[in-house]
């Protein structure tokens, strides 16, 4: 298991079955050995370049909802990270498939990705950080343990590209961040008991409904 | 056809398709010939409660985002009638069916529902009023078309009590006057030639994906 | 003293001076013993109405961050209240001295006031539904005190409109209901021992600055 | 004149007196000839570490409001120079004057530095993209315009650090890159008559009204 912080294995554990129907998908195992059509690894990576954008929108976010400047740094770094790398090699990644860049721009919006995005962000306006946190989480945090994990198991080279990045040291190290700011963030606001609170079930509900939403992506992800 | 304004006829008109799939949608010809199945029509009525819950914060919000008092009392208004008024009629019918309040509050969230309400919300929360008010409109004008026509072509009495609540004069009220408050809205922030600014565009793309995100709740509806 | 609740009486006597200096302000003893010049009353009312519409929007912006029914329907009832009536109220006690709706529309927004208003929608939008009824609290409440206070201890008739209007049976019944309503969305939300989390500083740290933006207000208040 | 675009010159010509007031207000014209006093610079730095808080929130928000990759881009990289460089030489500079960064996040927070702040986040998150840019800009590009001029004119070498960040080119550039981004927007949402819309007298009311905002934190700076 990987270790992220002490939330992301409470919340984890408490949406077992989501969790495992979303880091053990179909789509995921096609990585693994390199059985994943082609075709539906380019339409998951058109999805995708929208789908970073909105999630850069809600680490933006983020930064405005942070209450100190050490949640600040994080969370404007990640946007940072996110708008001008992650989204630069995502772009160089679909050139090399022929995909320009106009054509991910141009990209219509699945349905499964709108219904995430705009999920997360609205429970973060709506809430506050820890809302926030808690539905980014299982991307973040879900990309680093399936990363992770095929770095190990994978058994084709076929999709090495895509797993190295997500199991390589500097997305690791990511995880391990974002999974520390989730718990300090936790204890700065609701103490060092906050599992007794009944915020902990909204933040956990926030946690189980974005891994669901990460399968119905992986869903759309294989059918272009 | 219904006169709910200008800018609803121009953006319907832009929407054919969808628009068409909508208001004609299978789960609407069950309501008007009876055909519907009793199951779906209150599968339907339990997402409809949460549905409304989220659509109600939506209209607060556009509260919010109000520049002036008329449109403040409009939205007001409008969110008094729909958790004040609507809901509890909802409830009402539900209890007719043997669906207790705690029923309706228990219901889980279809993913097609999600989709929908966090889309608008999050439309009005990243845009200005004029977002919020573009990818309300659907939803409202909608049914009031849908009430309007069924009012007049319905062959069955089963779903008569929704009729008639839609078709009412109290509705088809409550429809003129938001076609009413979205073009003095729209005069007063872009002009009388509103339709010749790049927001308008913008605009008519949140009527679009909102008609869309309406046929997918009816597609729910059928599918209990 | 006032019983609007235990949040609210542990707020209060967390910030007892400038409790004191909002709720015995000199604008405040001026109009129990009728020593309050009729030019800052008179822009007071003028201010008071630029700062209702955005207390609205606040109030609107509490339904928006609801998480159950209850607390929709109580900020709903509260944001059509003061549209719909309390600013019609407003409008009327203008009048009757010669000040026209479109006068009061066109009032320069004073400094003091932008702050104070500008201070809790930001709190509001950047937190969650707790934040917003920390800033809202000082306002709803301390005139609830004043105005009960004050149904006791004027001296004078010149006032008694306003006096009135908050000594009475109604405004002190939307206090208690406001208070009730803080104090169960307090423990929802963080459990019985709400005091015992960190949430809680940050919280009366927000009654603290909104009670201090009172005072500022009431100083503008007397400086026509 | 500094060249930052046409909207700015625009608004600049609009706000002619506030502006005045602002860019050559007396604390400006004392960091130009090293008359201001020591205890009113120290002040202002203190209270300008917490402004710098809340004005990269709401960059960040920009980044949220923003509706395609290059605005993104603009607003991320704004977000991170603030907050990992700009805020850091604000804590080296207050080190070398013996003010520790504890000192600095311990700071009360003056009330004109709230008011400003709070208008800006509020303006954005109840506007759109362009009305959080409005808010903006006088900041961003007021420093840009006084740097540039006291590089110029100025007669001590006492605030020569001060003047040099703001004077220097990368300031500078900064400022010409938020006045391509605002025309750039403004085109982008209303067209190239943005001017005859309703909507940009709105806008150069929040540009006003900051302006005025900046007024007074100076006066605040002043005033120990």
């Not at 992301?8 to 880091?23: K, Q, V």
């Not at 680490?59 to 990640?78: G, H, Y």
């Not at 926030?132 to 080279?157: F, N």
């Not at 997500?166 to 300090?184: F, H, K, P, S, W």
Request: some cysteine; overall charge negative.
């Amino acid at each position: 298991m990987s270790d992220y912080g002490k939330a992301f294995a409470l919340w984890r554990e408490g949406s077992a079955t989501p969790w495992r129907d979303y880091t053990r998908h179909a789509f995921v195992e096609g990585l693994r050995d390199g059985s994943l059509p082609r075709e539906a690894f380019l339409h998951y990576l058109r999805q995708d370049y929208v789908f970073l954008i909105h999630f850069s929108r809600a680490w933006a976010l983020a930064a405005v909802k942070s209450d100190n400047l050490d949640e600040m740094k994080a969370a404007a770094a990640t946007v940072n990270a996110l708008v001008n790398h992650e989204m630069q090699l995502h772009v160089e990644t679909c050139a090399a498939e022929g995909i320009t860049e106009a054509d991910l721009q141009a990209t219509p919006e699945a349905a499964a990705n709108l219904a995430y995005t705009r999920y997360v962000l609205e429970a973060g306006f709506s809430g506050d950080f820890l809302d926030l946190m808690a539905a980014l989480a299982p991307c973040v945090l879900g990309y680093g343990e399936i990363g992770a994990r095929l770095g190990k198991e994978a058994t084709s080279q076929t999709y090495k590209g895509w797993i190295d990045t997500y199991a390589g040291d500097d997305y690791q190290e990511v995880c391990r961040d974002v999974g520390a700011l989730i718990d300090a963030a936790l204890v700065r606001r609701l103490g060092e008991d906050y599992t007794q609170t009944p915020r902990w079930s909204a933040l956990s509900k926030h946690f189980d409904t974005a891994t669901r939403l990460e399968v119905s992506f992986w869903d759309m992800g294989l059918t272009p």
